[in-house]
């Protein structure tokens, strides 16, 4: 695989990133087939692996800590913390200097390792001053527990915020950014892409086949709606007008695919990693064979021709349905609106 550079770290990374949201319960309970995957992944040259602390409740980043072992140092290791790891604590998540601290030991004891390449904020918090956030991690840093911070699913007026109170604060910098990115969802290159670019940020981007939606499987005549753990079922519901237009994209995209010699999730990975703004993309395998069908990707590049022909489909900026913009504080959301 050729190597890019994550942002101005001095980092080079693969443009796949293996994501193992489906190792444990979530998705793939057979810890010894997910570690095989890990590994198949790293000897296709992958070397990048991204995890977190809630996936699995902690299941996911167990099984990257044993699949790792012995082979750390060629990993950059990455995670992220926020999301609520005990229902019933309020203080088992979110950005608090508090809560940071418990968790990044406890993601280091789950990942049987003594840092963290690459430790990231799941989501922005609207409760939590990012100077909190940002000095908590920026301690990280200095005690050598992590090597180095991001942000996941920040809008571009959040990203400008952090970096604004790092370098006023003289505090470490959020160096990556994860945000959502598809073929279907193409909000970010409005705002978040360009600014990350601005920043000299790497960018890791989450979905690329748009929760399945661009698996391939998912056609109008289907009697059923492609599911995900991750994911709102309002997402998913083919009766909506917006789900709807995603089937007739998916439909055009699929022909474009096949004309253009590609499998349809080949034509969308190689679509997010082409994109000059993008590290790589984040890959998501539950078994071998979805993990095989991604690999081809890293090696496409689509002509001019395709990428008009993408442009046509599914216009640049464009989210075909709205409702797949889970990045930044949805400052559009009903209660924030004057109506």
């Not at 705002?191 to 981007?205: A, E, F, I, N």
Request: charged content about 25%; hydrophobic content about 40%; some cysteine.
């Amino acid at each position: 695989m050729e190597y890019r550079p994550l942002g101005r770290t001095g980092v080079r990374v693969s443009p796949l990133c293996l994501g193992a949201m489906m190792f444990g319960p979530w998705g793939n309970d057979d810890r010894a087939d997910a570690i095989r995957i890990v590994h198949r992944a790293l000897d296709a040259g992958i070397n990048i692996v991204d995890t977190a602390d809630v996936y699995s409740a902690g299941v996911s980043e167990q099984i990257v800590g044993a699949a790792i072992k012995g082979r750390r140092e060629n990993v950059f290791l990455a995670t992220k913390f926020f999301m609520p790891m005990d229902a019933d604590d309020p203080n088992m998540r979110g950005g608090s200097r508090r809560w940071i601290i418990r968790a990044v030991e406890s993601s280091l004891r789950r990942l049987g390792t003594d840092h963290i390449d690459l430790y990231q904020v799941h989501r922005p918090s609207p409760d939590t001053d990012v100077e909190e956030t940002l000095g908590a991690l920026s301690d990280l840093i200095v005690q050598g527990k992590v090597r180095y911070i991001g942000s996941s699913s920040y809008s571009g007026s959040q990203i400008v915020e952090a970096q604004w109170v790092a370098r006023d604060r003289n505090l470490h910098r959020f160096v990556t950014e994860q945000p959502p990115y598809s073929l279907l969802v193409r909000g970010i290159e409005e705002d978040v892409l360009p600014t990350v670019q601005r920043h000299g940020m790497g960018t890791l981007t989450y979905s690329p086949l748009a929760g399945g939606w661009l698996s391939g499987r998912w056609r109008k005549e289907s009697a059923a709606a492609p599911t995900s753990a991750a994911r709102p079922p309002a997402r998913f519901d083919l009766t909506t007008p917006g789900n709807q237009r995603k089937l007739d994209a998916v439909a055009e995209l699929a022909e474009l695919a096949e004309q253009a010699g590609l499998t349809l999730i080949e034509l969308a990975v190689a679509f997010v990693t082409n994109h000059p703004g993008v590290t790589a993309a984040i890959i998501g395998p539950r078994t071998m064979a979805q993990l095989e069908g991604f690999l081809p990707a890293a090696d496409i590049t689509l002509s001019n021709d395709v990428l008009d022909r993408i442009d046509q489909i599914v216009a640049p900026g464009v989210t075909v349905n709205p409702v797949d913009n889970s990045y930044g504080d949805h400052e559009l959301r009903a209660d924030r609106r004057r109506r």
